[in-house]
């Protein structure tokens, strides 16, 4: 199926937007505001339009995810789903209020339900690159539909399929208390924090001197 041009497509801004990101920067490149602006210049939201992206796989980072980004930059790291096709079934799960996601976030501790990392904090793997914290629908959609907070990475790793093999093997490397863990998560059907990570995801959101006190008591502590 051939792209449609970005310039003449009839859809709204986030469609034109995609369409942009995806023939004019492509997966892996990085863009400015102002390069999005003035291939843009009769749409006052199109900043908000490529936010909307997200909500549909697309990731985009700027310097708060990834460090290496000067401020205005920003990288399209993965392509999400083509939102200008006839038919496109959005992944946005409508009707959750800022209320309904401050929910889930408490709910969650504030960290990501898959890793445990919480927002703003530093990958262990890649420390240029910073979490970022959404929810996502983690069970079926209408009443019945079940939510969880998850990092973007995570949210991006969901899509690839993990080796059955490679799980079998990590799972039988584990000791007792470990697979007790991973029985309970599995049974439960999501990872519960342990205490300390509790308190870890509640010390990064106390502010920076609260945090500095805490750190000094807890060092002279142990």
């Known amino acids: ?60 980072h700027t310097n708060r995810e990834d460090a290496t980004l000067y401020l205005e930059e920003q990288r399209l790291v993965t392509v999400g789903g083509h939102v200008w096709e006839k038919g496109y079934q959005s992944r946005k799960e ?22 445990g990392i919480t927002a703003g904090e530093k990958y262990p793997e890649d420390p240029l690159s910073r979490a970022k914290l959404s929810v996502s629908r983690a069970g079926t959609s209408g009443a019945g539909a079940q939510y969880s907070t998850v990092c973007g990475r995570c949210q991006q790793g969901r899509a690839t399929a993990a ?24 049974r439960d059907g999501r990872r519960r924090l342990t205490a300390e990570e509790r308190i870890w995801a509640d010390y990064r959101r106390m502010p920076s001197e609260s945090r500095a006190e805490f750190a000094d008591w807890l060092l002279r502590s142990s």
């Not at 409508?94 to 890793?115: T, V």
């Not at 080796?163 to 599995?186: G, N, Q, T, Y």
């Open 163 to 186: 080796d059955p093999a490679e799980v079998h093997a990590a799972a039988s490397s584990l000791d007792a208390a470990e697979l007790a863990r991973l029985v309970k998560w599995v």
């Open 1 to 60: 199926m051939s792209i449609p041009d970005w310039r003449t497509f009839p859809g709204g801004g986030t469609k034109r937007a995609a369409l942009w990101l995806l023939t004019e920067v492509g997966e892996g490149e990085t863009f400015t505001k102002g390069q999005l602006r003035a291939a843009f210049p009769g749409e006052s939201q199109i900043d908000r339009r490529v936010r909307d992206l997200r909500d549909e796989g697309w990731v985009i």
């Open 94 to 115: 409508p009707g959750l209020s800022a209320k309904e996601r401050q929910a889930i976030f408490a709910n969650d501790n504030y960290a990501c339900s898959f890793c």
